[in-house]
């Protein structure tokens, strides 16, 4: 059983939830220590590895020590990841992925990285409102017809989801759709 608090991540809601880390008695490649959580996300890097702990990921020192990104910034470049780079350093390098079909993208606002609050389906999308919904739809540049045929056969598990995140600073939703 894990015997530590996991560190916060500013722009990870809540990442045992969204399944990015698990408890495991493995020891983590950075620090050779086994802290009872084990990363289970992606981590881009001329070498491969597996076994990352949280708190590697939130200090910076897997990234660093391996070169790698937890987010690839493919895509940063673009209007919509206007963003500081200081930003980018946080999400690409101390912030963990989460799982994805597609390329991970992280959806930014206000100026700053949003808040990776999941992947969802039908049922998470209507718990969070209809402005919500309508607020995602648009920045997922999905057309109505289009959004009325997939709302109803999304599910966050499975082949067709959303990857949902809010702005920390005025609480717009945001994301786009995953699909296999």
Known sequence: MPDSELPTFRYFRDPVAAGAFAPGDVVCQCCERS???????????????????????????AAARFDGEFTADIGWDLPRWDVPHDVI???????????????????????DGAEFVGMAGTDEMIALGDDAIEQVRTTAEVPVDQWAELLPILRADGD?????????????????LDLS
């Open 35 to 61: 802290r009872g959580w084990i990363y289970q996300g992606s981590f881009y890097s001329e070498e491969e590895i597996d076994d990352l702990c949280p708190w590697c990921i939130a200090d910076g020192s």
């Open 89 to 111: 350093d946080v999400i690409a390098h101390r912030t963990p992925g989460f799982p994805t079909w597609q390329d991970r993208r992280w959806w930014t606002h206000c100026d």
């Open 160 to 176: 067709a989801s959303v990857a949902v995140f809010r702005c920390l600073h005025c609480g717009a939703y945001g994301g786009y």
